[in-house]
């Protein structure tokens, strides 16, 4: 899968962020929202031609501030 763009893992109950995410190289838009997400691995900056990234409806309580270096992310969807 190396040349996966786009990821939605919506609606998956998932309460670990999976690893994984962090070899798509090129992925470029990902979509883990409504699911029981309580932490977002610092790791998240290898996704540096992230350009959309959805968080909503987790329970996410801190933004590692390493998604600051994600310097293509023109949206980041964020709510509970």
């Known amino acids: 899968l ?3 763009r786009v990821l939605d893992l919506e609606y998956n109950k998932i309460e670990i962020f999976p690893t994984d995410i962090f070899l798509l190289n090129n992925l470029k838009e990902f979509y883990i929202r409504n699911n029981k997400i309580k932490i977002i691995p610092t790791e998240i900056c290898k996704l540096s ?3 959309k990234l959805g968080l909503t409806n987790n329970k996410i ?5 390493e998604i600051a270096t994600l310097t293509n992310l023109q949206s980041l969807f964020l709510a509970i």
């Open 49 to 51: 031609k992230l350009t």
């Open 61 to 65: 309580k801190i933004i590692p501030t």
């Open 2 to 4: 190396p040349e996966l």
